[in-house]
C-alpha cells in the first residue's frame, strides 16, 4: 500500500542481548527473517532503523533501505519516528527486529481492524499461550482486554490474575503480545512528544504511555508466533521452533 511505512527498529546495543539482531537463526540473522517478513506481507514500503553501523552495513548487504538514527533515542518507537517523521505515510508499523517469527496474516490482519475502527490509534496482535512456562516469563508480556478487543493493560506479571475462587479460573485464558504496532501517523506523532509514564518505567513497556494516556490500542487474536528473540537462550529455543514446527 502506498499510503503505509514498514520501519523496523533494530539497536544492536540491546541491553539484554546485545548484537541479538544480527545472531545467525537457521543460517540467516534474526533481522533478515523480519525483514522478508514484512517484504511479505506487502502493506508498504520497508526501512530498518538502527543506531549502529554494522546493522547499517548488513542491512545494505541484503538490499534493504536501512538509516541511522541517534544513539540517545530511549525506545523503539523513538525510533520508527525518527524514519517515518519527514514521510508522507498515514500508517506507519512498528515491527521489531527481534520477531523471527512474524506471520503476514496477522501484521494484515491489525491492519485491516485499524482500517475498520478509526477511532482507535493503534492496531496491535496477541495469540492464546498454550505453554503454562510463558505465564510467568517475565519476557513474555500479556494483555488484558476488553470484549471488543481493546487493551485494557499489558504486563510482565500473568494478567488477569485468576482468583482459585473464581468460577472463571480455569476457562479464563492468556494472551501474549505480538511484536509490533500499527499507528496511525498522527497517533505516532502524538505518542512520542509524551512523556514517559510511571507505569511504563516500572514494567519497561512503552505501549503503557499510550494507555496512561487514553490513546486505545485495538487488539487482534491470531495463531501463536514463534519465539522472539530477548535474551541469548532464546536462540535455542528458535533453533528447536525451526526443527520441530
Not at 525506545?75 to 520508527?80: E, F, K, L, P
Request: net charge positive.
Amino acid at each position: 500500500m502506498k499510503n503505509c511505512l514498514i520501519v523496523i527498529p533494530a539497536r544492536y546495543h540491546s541491553r539484554r542481548f546485545p548484537g541479538k539482531v544480527l545472531k545467525k537463526l537457521n543460517g540467516k540473522p534474526v533481522l533478515q527473517w523480519c525483514y522478508e517478513a514484512a517484504l511479505k506481507s506487502k502493506l508498504g514500503d520497508v526501512i530498518i532503523a538502527t543506531e549502529d553501523t554494522k546493522v547499517l552495513n548488513f542491512a545494505e548487504s541484503i538490499g534493504a533501505k536501512a538509516i541511522l538514527t541517534s544513539k540517545a533515542l530511549k525506545s523503539g518507537t523513538d525510533r520508527v519516528f525518527a524514519a517515518a517523521k519527514k514521510t508522507k505515510y498515514e500508517f506507519i508499523i512498528n515491527l521489531q527486529g527481534d520477531e523471527p517469527f512474524m506471520r503476514v496474516i496477522a501484521l494484515r490482519k491489525a491492519f485491516e481492524k485499524l482500517l475498520e475502527h478509526p477511532d482507535n490509534d493503534i492496531a496491535t496482535a496477541c495469540s492464546l499461550i498454550t505453554d503454562k512456562k510463558e505465564i510467568n516469563n517475565p519476557n513474555c508480556v500479556k494483555i488484558a482486554m476488553n470484549k471488543k478487543g481493546i487493551a485494557l493493560y499489558f504486563s510482565r506479571s500473568p494478567i488477569p490474575f485468576h482468583h482459585a475462587l473464581s468460577k472463571l479460573s480455569k476457562k479464563e485464558l492468556y494472551y501474549k503480545h505480538c511484536g509490533f504496532y500499527i499507528y496511525r501517523k498522527d497517533a505516532l506523532k502524538t505518542f512520542v512528544t509524551l512523556p514517559q509514564s510511571n507505569l511504563e518505567k516500572l514494567e519497561r513497556l512503552e505501549q503503557l504511555r499510550a494507555l496512561e494516556n487514553q490513546m486505545k490500542i485495538v487488539v487482534v487474536k491470531v495463531k501463536a508466533l514463534g519465539p522472539a528473540i530477548d535474551v541469548p537462550a532464546d536462540i535455542k529455543c528458535a533453533e528447536n521452533y525451526f526443527k520441530h514446527r
